[in-house]
């Protein structure tokens, strides 16, 4: 078998198996999801009755885990409580906001991290090193939902400055593209900032390792010493080699990303996946949560995948074993 | 072990970052310790007229929050109950982990396999995710089966960790010399390997805390973790929501105490992986 079916096959068991575990997960739970519902709204028998067969729960623990895995590879996890619509439609919804957010967040993280990481190897152990390690360790400390409120508190509230919720002004149909532009960008600049400072620091502190390994290959020193430019050196020999090795760090940092876009979503009112998600834990609507949480196992699934494709295409060494 | 315990201990201190962060750890752990003691009643109300929402003065060092309760002595409260969480969270996922590693790596095979197989699926389910479900589910779940939950939730990466460290240890002479005279599994796997995989268990184990306090603040952010009355950091954030832009030291402190109590954990981890393997420094 190739290196890239094997890998392939990797993904496909570990995320059936994360689904088996999310499934017995639930059943094995002390609490019962329907006594939650009906805590505040006393439901007759039938009602209940009614809601066991809705969710399958009078079905044997078998039936209900293959309508359960056949659901979830189909992208179907029923019926939201709260919101009374297919759980796939409320996603498929959301979904684009997310990405968005998270492609500007992927951005800073993959340019702006990068270099910073990389401009600590060059200057190790010293100040600017130890601030920048210092800073990125206090932005990876700091509750993304509490630096959200704080920069609302400051730049919304405060200063008047940027919108503090929400994705677009209302009322801007009919103007011009260079108004929607700007002021999207000015929904996004706060949580883009918010989740790339509580996530920075992995890029930054990855690169910063791998760069350091990389300038110590004799043949950085041999590059030096033919007389190549400094920046030649550094951006052309160096960080070239170092980089497959970085790319790895995606399929460790989009745990990161997808667990900060539940909190800074919320904070923000940013109408993605992760406020859907933040809304559902808070009213208990347990098809929703669900559905989340599957598809962002699926995420991260998939972007550990990628990147090991991506590190593989770089450096076959990895391919051969 | 003393020994070691020692110069580790210097170890973390001769760097700058170490030294601060035990030093802030230090205070951080004296506050919460007798603070309470010398603050009043953190769920305590006054008159909701005249004491709700004091600006931080004299008779209230952080003011009050919208409840007339003290914010400074909240915060002090919260931060003992963040520091019992993430510790014990943090050694109960440390030794979850080590148990499994050591077990993985000692029986190859199946049951290497098996949890092995299992420890990647669940490292691709995000934390917060596992415990969004269940806390959805059991509804003012009880502080030890939080921490239990938190435990159970962050053993994961140890038990990678510590079973590579047994793969590679179990064919060392030491190891071998041991079985040979006689030592059963059980002995090797606690007096000949354990005692090797000890440094990179301590520094997980270290980093751990700081992730156990951010996503116990988180959850209850949410509504999901500590409930009301009883004072956390993360919950007196959601209840400043209302009020933040009001009265914002409502807000800013417990964050401020949770960045400081994460950032010196994280930094007295940073300081002891480096003493323990320089090649990172």
């Keep these: 078998m190739t290196w890239l079916a094997r890998r392939a096959l990797q993904a496909v068991v570990t995320a059936l198996i994360a689904l088996t575990l999310l499934f017995f997960l639930v059943r094995s739970l002390p609490g019962d999801p329907l006594a939650i519902l009906s805590e505040d709204r006393p439901l007759t028998s039938a009602q209940v009755q009614d809601l066991r067969r809705r969710y399958q729960l009078d079905q044997p623990l078998g039936t209900q885990f293959v309508a359960f895995m056949t659901g979830a590879l189909r992208g179907d996890f029923g019926t939201s409580i709260q919101y009374g619509r297919p759980v796939r439609q409320l996603v498929l919804e959301r979904l684009p906001r997310t990405i968005l957010l998270g492609a500007v967040v992927l951005l800073i993280n993959f340019t702006l991290g990068l270099w910073l990481g990389v401009q600590q190897a060059l200057h190790r152990g010293r100040p600017l090193d130890r601030l920048l390690t210092t800073l990125s360790l206090a932005g990876y400390a700091m509750p993304s939902f509490w630096l959200g409120l704080m920069l609302v508190m400051a730049f919304a509230v405060r200063w008047h400055w940027l919108p503090a919720a929400g994705a677009q002004d209302p009322g801007l149909e009919g103007a011009g593209i260079l108004t929607i532009v700007t002021d999207r960008l000015r929904h996004l600049l706060l949580p883009a900032f918010t989740l790339a400072a509580v996530s920075i620091a992995s890029s930054m502190r990855y690169q910063r390792a791998a760069m350091m390994d990389a300038l110590r290959q004799p043949y950085v020193a041999a590059a030096s010493a033919r007389g190549l430019t400094r920046r030649r050196v550094v951006w052309g020999h160096a960080w070239r080699s170092a980089l497959p090795s970085v790319l790895t760090l995606f399929g460790l940092w989009l745990p990161i990303l997808v667990v900060g876009a539940v909190f800074v979503e919320q904070v923000f009112a940013w109408q993605g996946i992760g406020s859907l998600t933040a809304g559902a834990a808070a009213a208990r609507d347990y098809p929703l949560l669900m559905g989340s949480a599957v598809l962002a196992t699926a995420a991260v699934v998939t972007g550990s995948f990628l990147s090991d494709v991506l590190h593989a295409l770089l450096d076959p060494r990895v391919r051969t074993g | ?281």
């Design chain 2, 1 to 281: 072990m003393s020994d070691r315990a020692r110069t580790l201990f210097d170890a973390v201190w001769k760097r700058p970052s170490g030294r601060a962060g035990l030093l802030a750890l230090a205070s951080l752990a004296l506050l919460a310790l007798i603070g309470p003691f010398m603050l009043p009643d953190p769920t305590m109300q006054g008159d909701l007229l005249t004491q709700s929402l004091l600006p931080p003065g004299a008779g209230h060092l952080l003011g009050t929050d919208q409840l007339s309760r003290d914010v400074l002595s909240r915060v002090v409260n919260g931060l003992r109950l963040s520091l019992v969480i993430g510790l014990t969270a943090a050694i109960l996922a440390v030794v979850f982990g080590a148990a499994v590693g050591l077990v993985a790596g000692a029986r190859p095979g199946v049951v290497d396999a098996l949890l092995m197989r299992t420890v990647d699926a669940l490292l691709a389910i995000p934390r917060l995710f596992i415990l969004l479900l269940v806390l959805a589910v059991w509804d003012r779940v009880p502080l030890p089966a939080l921490v239990l939950l938190l435990a159970l939730t962050g053993w994961y990466g140890t038990s990678r960790l510590v079973r590579a460290e047994t793969v590679r240890l179990r064919h060392e002479d030491f190891v071998r010399a041991a079985e040979a005279l006689g030592a059963g599994r059980l002995r090797i796997a606690l007096h000949h390997i354990l005692p090797n995989v000890a440094a990179p268990i301590l520094v997980a184990g270290t980093l751990g805390v700081g992730d156990v306090i951010l996503l116990e603040a988180g959850l209850t952010y949410l509504g999901l973790g500590i409930r009301p009355p009883t004072p956390s950091l993360g919950g007196m954030v959601l209840d400043s929501r209302a009020v933040f832009a009001t009265a914002p030291w409502t807000s800013i402190f417990p964050g401020l105490v949770i960045v400081l109590t994460v950032l010196s954990v994280n930094l007295v981890g940073d300081a002891l992986r480096e003493a323990l393997d320089p090649r990172s420094a």
